[in-house]
């Protein structure tokens, strides 16, 4: 299932990282790193659920390879993997996560599917407006992967829970998504905003 992100990322956020591209492949590589851990995690909430276990342990292979696809060209580069830092992209939309057991588990997954959207938006915009063309070549090729990732999260959420409450909630991610991320300066992280474009980094 498709879905529009409330808040567009500006074409010059991909003319603003370009300079910086070895930290942003640092950055993708954790992003990669979380997003498998993501989809373990989920494997252990309903370890019955044949389907979820085996579309969620695809989901974990997909992004581990496409951490060892990152981390292959930031070493061909010269770069190297640094300690992980704080994510306030995440951090923010896991402010809105629910206590309530019931529905622990939908928000896990529409919070998936709402940052596999905004991944796939940047990926989009990486692989049309880089100068770099090996980076801009593997961008495009992660894109339909990721497209794939957004839809199945929230497939898995409508076999779950009622069409109507997964609509609703995932507007309410939605709106807290595009608020989080424009309210963030800019940064050569695939989850930055441009709420200060020219903050140096």
């Given at each position: 299932?498709?879905?529009?992100?409330?808040?567009?990322?500006?074409?010059?956020?991909?003319?603003?990282?370009?300079?910086?591209t070895l930290e942003l492949?640092?950055?993708?590589?954790?992003?990669?790193?979380?997003?498998?851990?993501?989809?373990?995690?989920?494997?252990?909430?309903?370890?019955?659920?044949?389907?979820?276990?085996?579309?969620?342990?695809?989901?974990?292979?997909?992004?581990?390879?496409?951490?060892?696809?990152?981390?292959?060209?930031?070493?061909?580069?010269?770069?190297?993997?640094?300690?992980?830092?704080?994510?306030?992209?995440?951090?923010?939309?896991?402010?809105?996560?629910?206590?309530?057991h019931d529905e622990a588990?939908?928000?896990?997954?529409?919070?998936?599917?709402?940052?596999?959207?905004?991944?796939?938006?940047?990926?989009?915009?990486?692989?049309?407006?880089?100068?770099?063309?090996?980076?801009?070549?593997?961008?495009?090729?992660?894109?339909?992967?990721?497209?794939?990732?957004?839809?199945?999260f929230v497939t898995l959420?409508?076999?779950?829970?009622?069409?109507?409450?997964?609509?609703?909630?995932?507007?309410?991610?939605?709106?807290?998504?595009?608020?989080?991320?424009?309210?963030?300066?800019?940064?050569?992280?695939?989850?930055?905003?441009?709420?200060?474009?020219?903050?140096?980094?």
């Open positions: 299932m498709a879905f529009q992100l409330e808040w567009e990322t500006p074409v010059e956020w991909a003319s603003l990282v370009a300079p910086h492949l640092c950055d993708h590589a954790h992003a990669e790193l979380r997003a498998a851990a993501s989809a373990q995690a989920l494997i252990s909430k309903r370890p019955r659920s044949k389907h979820m276990v085996e579309a969620l342990g695809q989901v974990a292979l997909d992004e581990s390879e496409h951490f060892v696809q990152v981390i292959e060209i930031l070493h061909r580069r010269g770069g190297q993997l640094e300690a992980g830092r704080d994510n306030p992209y995440a951090a923010g939309l896991l402010s809105g996560w629910s206590s309530r588990l939908l928000d896990r997954l529409l919070i998936s599917a709402v940052i596999e959207a905004r991944s796939l938006e940047r990926f989009v915009l990486l692989a049309k407006h880089l100068p770099d063309a090996e980076l801009r070549e593997f961008y495009g090729s992660l894109v339909a992967s990721e497209a794939s990732h957004r839809s199945l959420a409508r076999e779950i829970f009622s069409e109507e409450r997964v609509a609703e909630r995932l507007a309410e991610f939605l709106a807290m998504e595009a608020k989080v991320i424009s309210s963030l300066p800019f940064s050569p992280r695939m989850h930055s905003g441009m709420a200060v474009a020219d903050a140096a980094v």
